[in-house]
């Protein structure tokens, strides 16, 4: 009996703590999410003290942005559909075949989705545009087209899928499947009735981030979509920036937060099938050299799409960054003679280290006490909900958050406008879930006993984080603080509003230099886009060496 009551009074404290864990990350997303989206919607929908929710049908009605969400939703669906059947292939290799390199080419897979998008647009645009490469060299020009949109969207999701994915068919027991072939079934068969219906819930988990990403394009689109291509998030900044109708973006912003609210709860349903419905083995020892003609043709033509898909327009865009003699636009960095900034570009470098360490820090701490909240895969509907609020700054346009910023944190008691912080905490807020997604699983695969155990015996929550989980997922947390400082440094869309003219990121300056005319401002992006490629890749090489099996996803 008073053992009885022992466990309870532990399962009380447990309960309590998590409430507590979640309240930092609470505060933290209101504060910085919810109230400077709420304060640009506010600015946009209300008039002389009255919502205008009327508003919405009338926006809604025009044809022009009708074309819009149509073309939003369209280029996302083809998108997602050409990203899986390119990348599933990848998902494969690398998660049964072992071959050398495998490490390194890992790394080189996730390098697109922690570049900026506006660097990704400008990459496609060397490659496929009025005078790229292949108008060099076959007359080929795709950027009039939606081509050059959906193939720079496969680059920049390829990571998604091979992760998701192969993460989770890594960790599959083979040895069913062959027990399947044993009793005759062919190979097409076993892979159909044993292995894709356990995939089946990551597989629906990539398509939905990779829609999501897509459905919210933004840099992609606006370099390589012209006047002819629009999606939401560049209707968004249009109206915002250029036309300043506030009321015209807030619609779009609220039908852009419901979409994406609908996504990401279907994301988490299929989220909770995969981790609940499967049993997973160590990966360590289902990864064998490829055997025969058709797993050698396969990492073959992986290899080849990879090469010509993600490593051709990288390469592109260093070959750019070299065009001139005695490495001119690298030189040109250091000078701020004639640049749009009031400090030479090559301070963006230090700018970008500073605020990325920053945003990290911020993102380790709100996104591993919220990863400590939902470690219980048995947690009601308010802690599963707070997962999802978690989700929702990756798909919330980062155009409303930046000018969000503005509005919102300009006066007493939050006047962060004028100081450096504002983009730590931007960038923190995309980095979050990234850390969630990653430390998560692994805190989950954690014994529950032993924490039960170790709280029955007196322990403290905080002592049971320290004795039991901690020496558990260190390797995961700096896996974690890895990827959010590899995006800290991407980020554009909200930084873009917010970083000081002397103070500019390195995505903020190579957009600032795209948008002048000359050959020198090109070439300087591209030698910034050329920095900003090595340190992304240097820092996931890093992450490589620690990654841990459960750790490969995002």
Known sequence: MDLARTEVAARRRGNAARLGLMALPVAFFGLFFAYPVAAILARGLRVDGVWRFGRLGEVLAQSDIRHVLWFTTWQALASTALTLLIALPGAYVFARLDFPGKQVLRAVV??????????????????????????????????????????????????????????LWAQLDPRQEEAARLLGASRLRAWRTITLPALGPAVAAAAL??????????????????????????????????IFDLSTAAVLTVVQFAAVG??????????RRRETALRLVDASGTARRPRGAGQWALLAAVLASIALLLV???????????????FAYYRA???DEGNVFLVPPIEAIGNSLEYALA??????????????????????????????????????????????????????PLNLRATWILVPLAQALVGVPFVVRTMLPVLRAVDGRLREAASVLGASPWRVWREVDLPMVRRALLV???FAFAVSL?????????????????????????????????????????????????????????????????
Not at 214 to 228: E, N, R
Not at 312 to 326: G, H, I, K, Y
């Open 262 to 271: 609908a996504i990401l709860a279907v994301h988490a349903w299929t989220v």
């Open 490 to 554: 991407g980020e554009f869309g909200a930084t873009v509003f917010i970083a000081r003219p002397d103070n500019p990121t390195l995505p903020v300056a190579v957009a600032k230099l795209l948008g002048r005319a000359g050959e020198l401002n090109y070439g300087q992006a591209m030698a910034l886009s050329t920095i900003l490629m090595l340190v992304c890749a240097v820092a996931l090489l890093v992450l490589e060496r620690l990654r841990t099996d459960r750790t490969g996803e995002f």
């Open 209 to 242: 981030m990779v829609f999501l990403f897509t459905f919210t394009s933004f840099g992609v689109v606006q370099i390589l979509g012209g006047p002819t291509f629009s999606t939401l998030e560049v209707e968004i900044y249009r109206q915002t920036s250029e």
């Open 333 to 335: 960095l250091t000078s």
């Open 110 to 167: 996730t390098v697109p989705f922690v570049l900026p998008t506006v660097v990704v647009g400008t990459a496609f645009l060397a490659l496929v545009g009025r005078g790229g490469l292949l108008d060099e060299l076959w007359g080929v020009r795709l950027d009039t087209t939606v081509w050059a949109i959906l193939l720079a969207h496969v680059f920049f999701n390829y990571a998604v899928v091979v992760r998701t994915v192969g993460g």
């Open 359 to 412: 945003a990290t820090a911020i993102a380790v701490v709100i996104g591993g006490l919220a990863a400590a909240a939902l470690t219980r895969r048995d947690a009601g509907r308010l802690v599963r909900g707070f997962d999802a609020l978690l989700m929702l700054p990756l798909g919330v346009s980062a155009v409303t958050v930046g000018f969000g910023f503005l509005i919102a944190l300009d006066e007493p």
């Open 312 to 326: 051709l327009p990288l390469a592109v865009l260093v070959q750019r960054s070299f065009d001139a003699p005695d």
């Open 480 to 482: 974690a603080a890895g």
